[in-house]
């Protein structure tokens, strides 16, 4: 295998799109045919020996290149895009759309990655190390052909929306996984070996949930079937069986109804519902205070207010929430 | 303006009985001229197909039901958008383009007139504003009338005049072409979820069937004398077995008489008619009605049609037969909008896959085209494809060469996984007849534009005529291998849109200076009919009457059709 | 003397009211009184005349935080370079002005390479989402009038912000087949709090904040008569929701409403996409649509031709010189805090009260430009502020309403004296950066 290696040499004001950082684009060009490739900034087009050294040369054909790149690649967009095969490892973290349409290869990235990675994957090998951010293997909006076949591993947690529209392929997460988890999916596996937040398999047609943690609140419209031994990573464990989502079409094979199901571990069952309480944003009764006295001979305007409680305090408040906050003020 | 000598083509002009002829066509002040001065611009187009611009009778490319359509697919423009250009806007869309997209391509394909198929009244306004925006190409658009509060009540009480009355008037207000009625009385009985299949199902609450409505239409049509006749979708579109449903809807038509001064001969034409001619009592025993159904168009004169083929690609059906696309979202289960309009229509659209590896879409595709290789008549049977319905319009270079190439037809049919399946339940297999270049240019250019009443200003190369004309580098006598007729249809060498060069070599150089197509029928005063459109207005539609009327300026370059129908 | 001008659009919500009697002074140049409008529409007209708060000329920020007056041509010439010099200017809004305006500003941002959204990214961005992945079964408002007996309100408070939806559409019109008004229709609000729109519901259902969704997939397995988990469903008990189930299915025809208690609440436009499968899901049964509460009165306008002209109705993205769309990544709030964005232009909306302060912050950090006709959150913290005439009161243009149908506002008095309208700024924009780009 030929190795080419990108390291970077600069990081750029705003964010690379790099969809050429990819076996197939890197076959058969040496060093310097690589460095003249495309790297896009906005509006604006550029080159990849703009902003990384290349050392190397690529294979004959993409299986045959393996791709290195190291440096601060934390707003690198893109890289592995419609990749067939080959390899690219790398060393940091990345940004969205990693492994985008993927179809073959391997990519291996050792440190986290943004949103959207592994969009629309049919096949290969996507490894992350660190965290996945949202919309990992899903499906491109309005398609609902998500990801058909290939495998996604994040070592770490992975974010909302994970696996929308799957249809096939597995993907498993090290840790624990946010909202939204398998929505509208119609095949494929996802395996979570945390603990999952919530509307687990929401709207499921086909397809098989593995949570070995928790699964904070599962959706009303799965149903409990009993408890069953179900092997995973080649051993038989003893997982609850949920069947569902009950509210979603579902097809038939020679007159049974085929669900979408989940398997919880039977160590970490689904608990009491706990209260999901979204982020609150108020002020305590000293802040308040404060704010009373700073602006107590004035008429400040609700931004003036949004805007000294979003430096003093932190707090993110709503421009109604501070009217109402006024009207109390003045009362 | 420019003069222009387009010298050496093989010509094949209907309207002056050219059939690949070897003649120049001269191009004077935007029209076409019997000669010019030395200081014309010389094309050369030896060896090459010169015809009229063509002219696009039924196609769903502005308004509120395709912008839907563009906006709740952003998947269909995923990997194909084509970025700006030097004279061009990007564009982007596979089935459903954007409209800068619409207008160049139809443009490179040598369309240079294209009727908007349905216009729901109350969004009109959203129509024109559409087409405003879609580059070069002259438009007009058909209000729908089928399943229209109005309509109902008068024809249920035989008031012609009151019917002709508010069909002038709603031609002016939403500045409309043509009386177009799609599922009559069906779509208004979707209101409540429900449907008319046959016609005589009689529409809820109405009591007026849709043999009723189209029999109303018809003579009211006939009666106002209007360029185009009524341009139907018929009841129980899709459905195995509705051959029967068109044919008592054709029958309607017989032997009746056409009425008008654009040289217009038939009283109906029927749309998409592929989707139309279906045997069988469901999917299994789904079979090929082609045969029945242009038996029928070939004996009674009076009737146009078009083909609506299916391309066999993954499309969007978008209609305002707003029960079908229900019904077709619960056989594919993929994601359905539906729009109900108060008082006028209804309307839907759902994404669909053309498997050819599916049975039922490979006879499909093959219904296509047998009613085009059985018609007797090309002047008088017109390729389309529904777009976006049975395909995008951009494919219609591939239905020319699959009417052009027999070869073309059989490869098809022997690569299709049920291919015995297709074959027994079509008669494309043992149809060996090859469309000439001549009946080509019958069924794009010259029949629609006469279908249309437009036949003295467009599909054709007569003196006077606007000068829309396009260069393809084609010759009929030297194609070895089918796909020259693909290659050279989808990118002509060079099209002239009144007299202005707006293609050259396949490339887009100018946007031209499109127009806007409408009809003004004038009547006769009639008071009734403004109380009633001031009272429904008042008591059930959500807008003011006053806010309703399509204002000028959202028709900048208007081409008023004038008739006299007092 | 006075003048009297009827059939007026009203510039306010997504209702576009269109029946307003509008009475300005005989020189047509002051509104003297509104009639039908509800408070804040006639508000909007009356508070437009009142020059004396009206700023009439641009005004560019100083380095001691004080703006000064510029001329017209000035703001144009800051506008132009500031587009045709950044490498990802993102220009927002939109939503406030007509059609006419729009189009013209999405040339100058295909010709610049830039962003263009509307305020659907903090609204109903999520709706939109949502019908891209499931569709949506609608009808115009006029159907809701003529035919509807079973009327939802999820996650909306019409009676505050949509004020005359109840009367002119949703609940007391007598329609065509709805002569009986009110009397026939059984009205469901799903709200977590008890507000006025609720006082008035046959059924309020208090949802546990945060859990629309699972109450929504429960409400579709319900109408199946599926079996449900658990004695409360996401804080109604589970009778309640069959109950309340049997009603919109024993309906003849239905119609939900929902806003931003559903489309930015946890889930956000996965909450949408099951509200509208449940509304699929009830046509197995009977007759149901959804329409969406739009806000701005224009923002459904924006999203049209977005759509005809790029393909996609809000947060499209134009730098790569075709056209791309992703929410989550070409949006406008995820831009500003991603810090992917070098310079700003807004148009017809206030991020600056709307956007989180992450994102404000950024906007004051940036190059940036304000048209707005009045001194906003968002012109207090952009470079160059430029008013221009208010559209639907000043000056005409297509706006289109919460279901899609297009009316077209009228100019109802003029407008200050040299003021200019957004198309007129914008095409002297369009002007200069063609020119730049020449060069």
Not at chain 2, 182 to 200: D, H, L, M
């Amino acid at each position: 295998m030929n190795i080419v290696k990108l390291t970077l040499t600069k990081v750029s004001d705003l964010y690379l799109e790099a969809e050429n950082i990819s076996p197939d684009h890197f076959a058969g060009k040496t060093a310097q045919q690589i460095g003249e490739l495309h790297v896009h900034l906005g509006n604006q087009t550029e080159k990849i020996s703009d902003y990384f050294s290349v050392e190397g040369k690529g294979g004959a054909t993409a299986a045959d290149t393996k791709i290195i790149v190291s440096g601060a690649t934390d707003k690198v967009k893109y890289i592995g895009m419609k990749m067939t095969a080959g390899e690219i490892e790398v060393l940091g973290n990345t940004d969205m759309y990693t492994a985008g349409w993927m179809a073959g290869g391997k990519i291996h990235v050792k440190g986290n990655v943004d949103s959207f990675c592994a969009i629309g994957m049919t096949g290969g090998e996507f490894i992350v190390d660190g965290n996945a951010k949202n919309y990992l293997g899903a499906s491109y909006r309005g398609d609902w052909r998500g990801m058909m076949g290939g495998k996604i591993t994040v070592k770490g947690n992975a974010g909302s929306d994970t696996a929308t529209f799957m249809n096939g392929g597995t993907i498993d997460i090290g840790g624990n996984v946010d909202v939204h988890l398998a929505t509208h999916a119609e095949g494929g596996k996802v395996i979570v070996r945390g603990n999952a937040k919530g509307r687990v398999g929401g709207q499921m047609v086909k397809g098989d949930i593995f949570v070995l943690g928790q699964v904070e609140r599962m959706m009303p419209t799965y149903i409990y079937k009993g408890d069953e031994e179900v092997e995973l990573d080649g051993k038989k464990q003893m997982f609850q069986v949920w069947i569902g989502d009950m509210g979603e079409r579902h097809g038939k094979r020679k007159g049974e109804i085929i669900y979408g199901k989940i398997y919880v571990s039977s160590e970490g069952a689904a608990e009491a519902p706990v209260a999901r309480t979204e982020r609150k944003k108020k002020l305590t009764d000293k802040q308040l205070d404060q704010v009373k006295t700073i602006f107590k001979d004035q008429e400040p305007t609700v931004q003036q207010i949004r805007t000294y409680i979003y430096d003093t305090f932190d707090i993110d408040m709503k421009p109604m929430q501070i009217s109402r906050l006024i009207d109390g003020i003045k009362r | 303006m420019s003069e222009y000598i387009i010298k050496n083509g093989k010509v094949y002009d209907p309207k002056t009985g050219l059939k690949g002829d070897v003649s120049d066509v001269c191009i004077k002040d935007g029209k076409i001229a019997d000669k010019v001065s030395s200081k014309a611009k010389v094309i050369d187009a030896k060896g090459k197909t010169v015809m009229a611009g063509a002219v696009e009778i039924h196609a769903h490319v502005a308004g509120p039901k395709v912008n839907e359509g563009r906006n709740y697919r952003p998947e269909d423009k995923l990997f194909t958008y084509k970025p700006t250009g030097k004279h061009t806007r990007m564009a982007g869309g596979f089935s459903i383009p954007t409209t800068f997209k619409t207008g160049y391509e139809y443009a490179r394909m040598g369309y240079t007139t294209v009727m908007e198929a349905a216009m729901p009244p109350l969004y009109a306004r959203h129509v024109h504003e559409e087409i405003k925006d879609t580059p070069i190409i002259d438009e007009g658009a058909f209000p729908v009338f089928g399943n229209n509060w109005f309509v109902f009540e008068y024809l249920k009480n035989n008031e012609m005049d009151n019917v002709c009355a508010y069909i002038s008037w709603l031609l002016k207000t939403t500045k409309g072409y043509a009386i177009k009625i799609v599922n009559p009385g069906g779509s208004e009985a979707w209101g409540w979820g429900e449907n008319c299949t046959t016609v005589n199902d009689p529409v809820p609450y109405f009591d007026i069937t849709p043999a009723e409505i189209v029999k109303g239409l018809l003579t009211a049509n006939e009666q106002l004398g209007l360029p185009h006749s009524i341009h139907i979708h018929s009841n129980n579109l899709g459905n195995p077995g509705n051959i029967e449903t068109t044919l008592a809807t054709l029958k309607i038509a017989e032997g009746v008489r056409p009425n008008n001064k654009f040289g217009r001969e038939q009283v109906l034409h029927h749309t998409h008619v592929q989707f139309h001619s279906y045997k069988g009592d469901s999917w299994g025993t789904f079979e090929s009605g082609a045969k029945e159904i242009a038996d029928y168009f070939n004996k009674n004169k009076n009737m146009t049609m078009d083909l609506g083929c299916v391309t066999l690609d993954e499309t969007t059906t978008m209609t305002a037969d707003g029960p079908f696309e229900h019904h077709l979202t619960s056989l594919n289960h993929l994601k359905w909008a539906n729009v109900d309009v108060e008082l006028e229509t209804s309307s839907g659209i759902v994404p669909y896959v053309y498997d050819p590896n599916i049975k039922v879409c490979a006879i499909q595709w093959a219904i296509g085209l047998e009613l085009g290789l059985l018609a007797k008549d090309p002047m008088r049977t017109f390729i389309t494809t529904d777009h976006p319905n049975a395909g995008p319009f951009t494919r219609y270079p591939r239905i020319m060469k699959w009417l052009m190439s027999d070869k073309s037809r059989q490869d098809m049919l022997k690569g299709f996984k049920h291919s015995d399946k297709v074959i027994a339940a079509t008669n494309l297999a043992s149809l060996d007849r090859e469309l000439t270049m001549f009946e080509i240019a019958q069924m794009t250019r010259a029949g629609p534009a006469k279908s249309l009443g437009l036949y003295d200003i467009f599909g054709g190369l007569a003196k006077g005529m606007d000068a829309d004309v396009a260069i393809f580098d084609i010759d009929e006598d030297k194609i070895k291998d089918p796909e020259q007729i693909e290659k050279a249809f989808t990118a002509a060498d060079c099209v002239f849109k009144s007299g202005t060069m707006v293609v050259e070599n396949g490339e887009i150089i100018s946007s031209g200076n499109k127009r806007t197509l409408w009809v003004d029928a004038k009547v006769p005063e009639n008071k009734q009919v403004e109380r009633d459109v001031q009272m429904k207005f008042l008591k059930f539609y959500s807008m003011t009457l006053n806010n309703y009327e399509v204002s000028n300026h959202y028709v900048p370059n208007p081409y008023v059709i004038e008739v006299d129908s007092n | 003397m006075s003048k009297t001008v009827t059939d007026v659009i009203c510039p306010f919500c997504g209702t576009l009211c269109d029946d307003l009697v509008v009475i300005t002074d005989d020189e047509g140049k002051k509104i003297l009184n509104v009639e039908n409008a509800c408070a804040i529409g006639a508000e909007k007209f009356l508070h437009s005349s009142d020059l004396s708060h009206r700023v009439t000329r641009p005004r560019k920020l100083q380095e001691d935080g004080s703006f000064k007056e510029i001329t017209y041509d000035e703001a144009i010439e800051y506008t132009a370079q500031m587009l045709v010099n950044a490498k990802k200017p993102s220009m927002y809004g939109w939503s406030s002005t007509n059609c006419e305006a729009q189009s013209v500003g999405h040339e100058i941002a295909e010709i610049c390479g830039a962003l263009v959204d509307n305020t659907a990214a903090v609204c109903h961005g999520t709706t939109l989402v949502a019908v891209q992945n499931v569709g949506i079964p609608s009808c115009t408002l006029g159907e809701v009038k003529n035919r509807a007996d079973r009327i939802v309100f999820w996650g909306c408070n019409p009676a505050h912000a949509h004020p005359r939806h109840m009367s002119r559409y949703s609940i007391f019109p007598r329609g065509y087949f709805t002569g009986k008004g009110h009397k026939q229709r059984k009205i469901i609000v799903v709200d977590p709090r008890p507000t006025d729109t609720a006082s008035i519901a046959d059924v309020h259902l208090q949802v546990e904040q945060g859990y629309d969704y699972e109450l929504l997939q429960a409400f579709r397995a319900a109408v199946r008569g599926q079996e449900i988990t658990g004695d409360i469903i996401a804080g109604v008990p589970k009778e309640k929701v069959y109950e309340a189930a049997e009603i919109l299915r024993s309906g003849r025809f239905g119609v939900i409403f929902f806003g931003m208690g559903v489309t930015q609440s946890l889930g956000k436009d996965h909450n949408i996409d099951a509200a509208i499968m449940l509304t699929k899901d009830l046509n197995d049964y009977t007759k149901f649509s959804i329409i969406a509460m739009r806000g701005h009165y224009n923002v459904t306008g924006s999203g049209q031709v977005l759509g005809w002209q790029f393909g996609f109705p809000y947060a499209v993205d134009l730098t790569r010189g075709f056209a791309r769309y992703n929410p989550g990544e070409t949006g406008t709030i995820e831009v500003l805090k991603r810090k992917e964005i070098d310079a700003m232009f807004v148009l017809g909306s206030d991020p600056g009260a709307h956007f989180p302060m992450q994102c404000v912050k950024e906007i004051s950090n940036l190059p940036s430009v304000a048209i707005d006709p009045h001194i906003t959150p968002t012109t207090e913290i952009c470079k160059v502020h430029v008013p221009v005439a208010f559209v639907a009161i000043e000056v005409g243009g297509n706006c289109y309403r919460m279901d899609n149908v297009p009316i077209e506002a009228k100019k109802v008095v003029e407008p200050p004296e040299g003021m200019m309208t957004d198309t007129e700024f914008l095409k002297g924009v369009l002007k200069r950066v063609k020119e730049l780009k020449e060069n």
